[in-house]
Structure formats: structure tokens, C-alpha cells
């Protein structure tokens, strides 16, 4: 079974400018999510889409990050204009379903690594 | 908002020496989840908890859950190099329409040989 997939795996971009990142998910998993994890932290969600819907987006810097999950499976997150503490890796996972507990493990992909400068 | 807190963040043990991180969490959880996330690879899922008090073993990894509800632990017994990384535990909190799982900052293990 492929895992999550994600792209591009590192990025360096001045401050100002715009970056977007990319995810495929697991095949058949209705929920997708996007964590931001600055070096020595534990992820902290961004996003959750179940399907191609927004089931939690109340951390997500509105003003400069967008998301979408369009026909339900790939996802892009930007970041428009980016700011040097946006520096992070971008971590995309994806689960069955997010509102079923026996069936919510998450899959984490590979992450993206953001340097802003 | 929901605070999950990690302890210790560090932890330097001598191959063969055992290994606890504790997880406490502000509000009283629905489940609470483990991750291990290997030094520049992503977090691995390693097991889910529900029930108050429950305590699960994998190998030499065992995971217990409070029987409040609040907190967690993870202990390894006799480490091996193999076991190093950080280990995240991430709650999701009670309530209708909480899917947001919130992790700690993690507890990054280091084994001597």
C-alpha cells in the first residue's frame, strides 16, 4: 500500500514571497490533515478536511495560509506572503475517517521542510 | 485551549537501562494516542488508548492510560539503539465535534551504546 505522498520535500524562499506544498493521501482516506512542526515541537494541526469538506481549521492563519481539497483527495497548502517563523516542516497525513476512534490512526507523509529567509 | 504537556523533553539512558515519558493533558481526554518519530523521518503511529486505566503492551513498550483520563505513560523496558527518537503522545479531548488531536512537545530519547 503506498503511503502518504508529498511534495516538494524542502523549499527555501525569501520572506514575502509565496510557497505551496502538496499531498496525496493514502488511497480510500476520507479524512486529510496539515501539521506545521517547528523544530524541537510536536505537530500542531493546521487543517483537518474530511473529504473535501473543512472540519477544523480554528489554527490556521487565515491572513496568509490557505488550503483545499478539491474532488476530495490531493491537497495543496500556501502560504502567501511567507514570514521567517513560517520556517517549519509541513507534515501531511491522512486517516480512514477522523470521527471514528477505532479507525482514526493517522498516516503521516514525509513532510515538506520550509526555510524562509 | 487544550494543553497536552510531555515530560521530560530529554532523555539520555544507557543501552539496556529502561525508559518512561509521562503525558499529562489539561482537559480529561476521549483517547490519547503515541507516536515515534525517528530523527529526520516523520511520527509513526505505535497505538491507541481509550478505556480508563487501560494498559496495553507491545513488546517491550507498554502504555498505560490514567484512570482519569488525563494522563498517559509510556515505558520501555531494556532499550535497544533502535528505539531512539522522540516520542509524541497527542490527545483528542471529550466533547461533540472534538477530532483535533493536540501533541506534545515530545520526549526525545538517546540511547548509549
Known amino acids: 500500500e503506498a503511503g502518504v505522498a508529498q511534495s516538494p520535500r524542502y523549499k527555501i524562499i525569501e520572506k514575502r514571497q509565496s510557497v505551496a506544498f502538496w499531498c496525496n493521501p493514502i488511497?480510500?482516506?476520507?479524512?486529510l490533515y496539515w501539521y506545521q512542526q517547528i523544530l524541537g515541537q510536536g505537530p500542531k494541526l493546521l487543517i483537518q478536511?474530511?473529504?473535501?469538506?473543512?472540519?477544523?481549521d480554528s489554527q490556521l492563519p487565515k491572513d496568509r495560509f490557505s488550503a483545499e481539497r478539491l474532488k476530495g483527495v490531493d491537497s495543496t497548502l500556501k502560504i502567501q506572503p511567507a514570514k521567517l517563523e513560517d520556517s517549519a516542516v509541513y507534515l501531511c497525513?491522512?486517516?480512514?475517517?477522523?470521527?471514528?476512534?477505532?479507525?482514526?490512526?493517522?498516516?503521516f507523509g514525509p513532510g515538506t521542510r520550509l526555510t524562509v529567509l | 485551549g487544550q494543553q497536552v504537556m510531555q515530560i521530560p523533553q530529554y532523555q539520555h539512558v544507557q543501552e539496556g537501562e529502561d525508559f518512561t515519558t509521562y503525558c499529562n493533558s489539561s482537559?480529561?481526554?476521549?483517547?490519547i494516542q503515541w507516536y515515534k518519530q525517528r530523527p529526520g523521518g516523520h511520527p509513526v503511529f505505535l497505538i491507541q488508548?481509550?478505556?480508563?486505566?487501560e494498559v496495553k503492551k507491545q513488546k517491550r513498550l507498554t502504555f498505560q492510560f490514567g484512570e482519569a483520563k488525563k494522563n498517559s505513560s509510556l515505558h520501555i523496558t531494556a532499550t535497544q539503539t533502535t528505539d531512539v527518537g522522540t516520542y509524541f503522545c497527542?490527545?483528542?479531548?471529550?466533547?461533540?465535534?472534538?477530532?483535533?488531536?493536540?501533541f506534545g512537545k515530545g520526549t526525545k530519547l538517546s540511547v548509549i551504546p
Open positions: 497525513a491522512s486517516s480512514v475517517t477522523g470521527t471514528s476512534f477505532s479507525a482514526d490512526t493517522q498516516y
Open positions: 488511497s480510500g482516506h476520507a479524512t
Open positions: 478536511f474530511q473529504n473535501n469538506g473543512v472540519v477544523d
Open positions: 482537559t480529561t481526554l476521549s483517547n
Open positions: 488508548l481509550v478505556k480508563s486505566g
Open positions: 497527542a490527545g483528542r479531548s471529550t466533547g461533540a465535534g472534538s477530532y483535533q488531536l493536540t
